[in-house]
């Protein structure tokens, strides 16, 4: 070559996406730690320390979404987890209308979140539901899905499921579909029910697909916060606040420099669940 | 044999039926209410319109000297714009992270991962803007989501580019290319598979994105479609069959992009899962 590697794969290539990158995202998260540490009305700050911390993790209506948040990561990304895989085999198997089935499952994530949260709000108002008017067919008074502080956050959880769970089958269909047919032929001469078939082979080999499905459906869990705002608003109360819609509420009612301590707390939680998740996940990848 | 076809015929049945009832009636729930009247749509019933009423629509489009008009512009625009710059940007850095590999690489691929995963975080983004005196304008909402959606679009461009042999890029110098032109008329037309799935998935994000012009567009001449959504629903609280017409209009874009090019939004959402 005559020209120097470093001469025609310029680094100059880099720059608009690296000026972009860290001018509106990194700055900000730099910034944002300086920014928990303050009072702050946009012009001016006074430094006050830890204050802002200590009252996210003193006050009941903040510190609620730190947990409201872990069981809402946990219990939407286990679920995707399970339900596309089943959903994924399904699509997967000899039936005739797997493929508008596909479509069918993964419309909802083209809908808009605020669209979904709003027609499933209607879907489950208490007296003019439709799932109550279903349910009271059988004979069940059904409960008020979001009006209730136990129950809200568990409905809420249950619509981000249902417009996710597309994306997860997709990913898992992927995977199964990636498996080579040699690894089946392979299995049908040896001899084996379905269940070893399952457990020996497909399960091992959408590995990957799963892991995948696990990260993408963890952090998403962990930063919602669309589909809380249009179904619940955080309430009854602060039942089914989560740290993000913490941080929009404070961002509104002029708490800049707790809205950014919030932020804070969200990244620190990201950073010490999902960043160690997704190393433990890549390495027992790789090991296998 | 005839006990397996009947099997299969069997799970057929169910699949479908379980479809229906779990993913198709909230769609068809949409559909009647938003074509009835004001009281019967809050009655918030899946039966069909006793009066079809389909100037909805219109009124919807009208509403407010035509504030749902004005807003799909603004969100095709904030949409397009934000396309253009993630896939130019993307892609040349892609390009050159992927051929380049240097010192600077566990660096870059550092900022990668910290961009897939941490939130953006939203008070000192105001204040960036605040201080470039762009707040509240188009420009910034554009490269808002440029930064946001970045990281993923390196990641998609940078597996495509290391399937390209380095052989095309050495006969292009050979005949004289220097970097802009290797890159931008040998390099980026290879690229049209993956500048594809990128332009189709991110457009259903972007055009679909709340969170972000909820914070960073207020007010009303900067409204887009999801928010026109969202005002309606607190100030409109009992029209029901208007904010169903309007999740109507707006859910449509999406739905005719997944039409034409469901192949690339799904090979988009599944990139990474299979390992090659």
């Known amino acids: 070559m005559i020209k120097s590697v470093r001469k025609i794969y310029s680094y100059w290539f880099l720059v608009p996406a690296a000026a972009v990158f860290l001018i509106f995202f990194i700055l900000p998260t730099i910034m944002s730690f300086f920014f928990s540490l303050t009072r702050w009305d946009l012009s001016s700050w006074t430094f006050i320390g830890l204050q802002n911390f200590q009252s996210f993790f003193q006050t009941y209506s903040l510190s609620i979404g730190l947990v409201n948040t872990i069981i809402y990561a946990v219990l939407t990304s286990s679920m995707k987890v399970i339900i596309g895989l089943m959903f994924g085999l399904f699509l997967c198997s000899k039936i005739k209308t797997k493929n508008f089935l596909r479509s069918v499952v993964f419309f909802p994530s083209l809908v808009s979140t605020i669209a979904v949260g709003m027609t499933f709000s209607s879907l489950m108002n208490p007296t003019h539901g439709i799932i109550n008017g279903v349910l009271s067919l059988f004979g069940i008074a059904g409960p008020d899905w979001l009006g209730n502080p136990s129950l809200a956050l ?24 990636s498996i080579p047919n040699d690894y089946n032929e392979a299995f049908a001469i040896d001899g084996g029910n379905r269940w070893q078939k399952f457990i020996y082979l497909t399960l091992p080999m959408v590995r990957p697909a799963m892991n995948t499905v696990i990260i993408l459906s963890f952090i998403g869990g962990m930063r919602t916060f669309d589909l809380v705002w249009t179904m ?55 090991a296998e | 044999m005839t006990g397996k076809k009947v099997r299969i015929l069997l799970l057929d049945l169910v699949g479908v039926l379980l479809a229906a009832v779990v993913f198709l009636v909230p769609f068809y729930f949409i559909i009647v209410n938003a074509m009835k009247g004001p009281t019967e749509a809050s009655e918030m019933s899946i039966q069909l ?38 896939v130019v940007f993307c892609s040349m850095a892609s390009f050159v992270m992927q051929r380049n590999q240097s010192r600077m690489s566990p660096v870059i691929n550092f900022f990668m991962l910290v961009g897939l995963m941490l939130p953006p975080a939203i008070v000192p983004t105001f204040w960036v803007l605040n201080t470039l005196h762009i707040f509240k304008t ?88 999801q928010l026109t959504l969202y005002y309606f629903h607190s100030a409109y ?18 739905l005719i992009l997944y039409i034409f090019f469901n192949k690339q939004i799904v090979s988009g959402m599944t990139a990474g899962a299979v390992k090659a």
């Open chain 1, 154 to 177: 568990y409905s809420v959880i249950f619509v981000d499921v249902w417009k996710g769970v597309g994306i997860a089958t997709v990913i898992y269909i992927a995977g199964i579909t």
């Open chain 2, 237 to 254: 609280n009992s029209s029901w069959n208007l904010l169903f017409a309007d999740v109507v209009l707006i859910s449509i874009p999406p």
């Open chain 2, 138 to 225: 188009m420009a910034s909402m554009v490269l808002i989501e440029t930064a946001i959606n970045m990281s993923f679009c390196v990641m998609l461009y940078r597996a495509f580019v290391g399937s390209i042999p380095r052989e095309i890029d050495e006969a292009a110098i050979i005949d004289g290319c220097g970097s802009l032109r290797l890159f931008f008329s040998i390099i980026f037309p290879l690229l049209k598979p993956v500048t594809a799935t990128a332009v189709v998935l991110n457009a259903v994000n972007i055009f679909n994105d709340f969170v972000n012009p909820l914070y960073f567009l207020p007010g009303k001449n900067n409204v887009t479609v």
């Open chain 1, 232 to 286: 619940t608003q955080g309430g009854p109360g602060f039942a089914s606040d989560l740290v993000a819609s913490v941080i929009y509420k404070q961002y509104t009612a002029g708490y800049y420099g707790l809205s950014a301590a919030g932020n804070v707390v969200l990244l620190a939680m990201i950073s010490l669940l999902a960043f160690p998740l997704y190393t433990f996940l890549n390495k027992s990848e790789v």
């Open chain 2, 49 to 86: 319109p006793r009066i079809l009423i389909l100037d909805n629509f219109s009124k919807v489009l009208n509403y407010q000297n035509g504030i749902v008009l004005k807003a799909f512009f603004n969100s095709i625009s904030m949409t397009i714009f934000s396309i253009v710059c993630i």
